[in-house]
């Protein structure tokens, strides 16, 4: 069930960037009725029943949303936001536990990178300004610099990671999320490369058949459209 479980996901993704009402909702469908197969599958093991999944959501959005749901709540700085969401989800877990527990090791990288920085910083292990974080991406850049000019495979793989690293949080703090940008990066670029293609074929040529000084100037018209 996992990889269809996944491609469902991405499916509803793609659907909500497109801005495809009528798409998401075929996805939106298709991801119940993973759910609603999931939870057969464990009610046949007798595992938990789809009632059990409704009332566990239930019971945990109340539970952390007390200035939403309890009408005795006494208004507080810390009725919403992440810090007050992740403080009331630290006092379900035991005292050993980690302030990272809980982020899936199957996320993408750059999402994974984003919750495991997030919950180090609710927890004060961050950077208090976005100059910090910009700072420290030059840092890690001339740190990549030097593993390039060592020629070591290992060290340039081990400083590639940090600057990445770094540029997540670089993007929580300004704030913009990594994974979003790159997935919108990684669209435009592909646009604008097939917009060059079209433009080639239209001329009797392919890409790897024209000179770099002819693509470059082609290029920039297209990032120009």
């Known amino acids: 069930m996992v990889p269809y479980v996944l491609e469902e996901v991405y499916e509803a993704l793609d659907a909500i960037e497109q801005g495809d009402d009528g798409e998401l909702k075929k996805e939106l469908g298709d991801m119940l009725f ?11 093991r007798g595992a938990f029943t789809m009632d059990d999944v409704l009332e566990r959501i239930s019971t945990k959005m109340i539970d952390r949303h007390p200035h939403v749901f309890d009408p005795n709540h006494v208004p507080g700085e810390d009725d919403g936001g992440l810090s007050a969401w992740e403080a009331r989800k630290a006092k379900e877990r035991p005292r050993e536990s980690s302030a990272l527990d809980g982020v899936p090791k199957a996320l993408p990288a750059l999402l994974r990178a984003h919750r495991i920085s997030e919950k180090a910083g609710v927890v004060g292990f961050d950077w208090p300004h976005v100059a910090g974080v910009r700072a420290k991406l030059d840092e890690e850049v001339g740190e990549l610099d030097e593993a390039i000019a060592s020629g070591d495979a290992e060290a340039i793989g081990e400083e590639l990671g940090d600057v990445l690293f770094t540029l997540v949080n670089l993007g929580r703090h300004l704030p ?16 604008r490369f097939r917009a060059l293609e079209t433009q080639l074929a239209r001329d009797g040529r392919m890409v790897n058949e024209t000179s770099a000084e002819a693509l470059e100037p082609l290029w920039r018209q297209m990032k120009g459209r």
């Open 176 to 191: 913009v999320d990594a994974e979003t940008a790159l997935r919108t990066a990684t669209s435009r670029f592909e646009a």
């Open 34 to 44: 993973h759910v609603v197969m999931l939870s057969q599958m464990a009610t046949e």
